[in-house]
């Protein structure tokens, strides 16, 4: 029997057309391409319901909103697929793909995110590989997780992030290997897989709403009243980008204001500016007086992960004592602590 795959169409560069003030997305377009690809059809294929996003957007216009509209989605069309892929545009797919995790409890299919740098009308693109890959995996590999697929990568989403604007190879999880890899054949790193929830109740949606949390990254010679600024209320959580194991400057104020913010409750996560590796506050006296501040450690989160979890979080009401306690916890792969970390 031909598996079943359902794709829900966002948006996104694979689906857009030309226009005057550059590419935009075009209703019916992506479908019309795809039904002049005589592949999509062949046996090996999957059968696929596509559904069009009302409005399709530049995944820059998305929000919190949009990626409870995609959970809902997978949600309620979970058991008359296979699978699910989200066609997404790029530039904030690493965002969606750090948040669907969250908000997607139970899921034992997988939900494979995947978009493209140029779109299909174009005669040399890469969203047919993508799209076509993206199927395949989502019928034929039961990974139970929200996956970003593209150019040769398979990552976990909510390890994922953007890391060319113009290569085919534009995502990476720099602090967790790959999934999978996608050449002469898919291959599936098995060991890396989450094993599939034991639930057997229905897949159900945490909600996401917008929340006042932010990303500040730090600076040499920032000043200290920008920062306090930032940490005046309506802000209830920072994702703060450090410099490499977690260090900031030893500046009075700069720590004045991060102490007072975590004593009102404020939640302040840090997170390296590094590419890749872990926070330790441990290492340098400049990490520890961040933590005698009151900022706890993100470990090896991106910050597209540690943003999406803490608007998770804070979306549920928790008080910031449990919201800190989980923002340190391994909750859905997003993070590794090492022993005595
Ligand atoms: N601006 C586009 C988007 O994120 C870029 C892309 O899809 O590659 O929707």
Redesign the pocket.
């Given at each position: 029997m031909r598996k079943k795959v359902y794709i829900a169409y966002t948006?996104?560069?694979?689906g857009m057309q030309k226009a005057e003030q550059g590419y935009k997305p075009v209703p019916g377009h992506l479908q019309t391409m795809m039904s002049t690809l005589p592949e999509l059809t062949h046996s090996t294929m999957p059968l696929y319901d596509i559904r069009e996003y009302k409005p399709l957007l530049?995944?820059?216009n998305m929000t919190p909103d949009d990626w409870l509209k995609i959970a809902q989605d997978v949600a309620s069309n979970y058991d008359s697929y296979d699978g699910f892929v989200v066609l997404h545009?790029?530039?904030?797919m690493a965002y969606t793909a750090s948040a669907l995790p969250f908000m997607l409890q139970g899921i034992q299919k997988p939900v494979i995110i995947t978009?493209?740098?140029i779109p299909l009308c174009e005669v040399r693109n890469d969203a047919r590989e993508n799209l076509i890959t993206a199927m395949l995996i989502a019928a034929n590999f039961a990974i139970p997780e929200v996956c970003l697929c593209f150019g040769s990568k398979l990552l976990r989403g909510n390890r994922a992030v953007k890391v060319d604007a113009e290569g085919f190879d534009a995502f990476d999880s720099p602090n967790f290997p790959a999934l999978g890899t996608v050449g002469i054949e898919i291959k599936i790193n098995w060991d890396l897989v989450k094993p599939a929830s034991k639930r057997t109740e229905a897949v159900t949606v945490r909600a996401m709403r917008e929340s006042p949390v932010a990303v500040l990254r730090l600076f040499p010679g920032i000043p200290a009243g920008i920062v306090n600024n930032v940490l005046q209320p309506p802000l209830k959580g920072l994702v703060l980008e450090s410099y490499g194991v977690g260090n900031g400057p030893q500046d009075v104020g700069l720590l004045k204001g991060f102490k007072a913010a975590t004593a009102r409750g404020v939640v302040i996560v840090n997170c390296t500016q590094c590419f890749k590796g872990s926070v330790n506050m441990e290492d340098y006296a400049t990490g520890a007086a961040l933590a005698e501040a009151g900022v706890i450690s993100g470990y090896d989160m991106t910050v597209e992960a540690a943003l999406a979890k803490m608007a998770y979080l804070f979306s549920r009401n928790l008080p910031p004592e449990v919201i800190k306690e989980k923002m340190q916890t391994d909750l859905q792969g997003e993070l590794t602590r090492l022993p005595g970390g």
């Open positions: 948006g996104g560069t694979i530049d995944s820059s545009g790029t530039d904030t978009g493209a740098q």
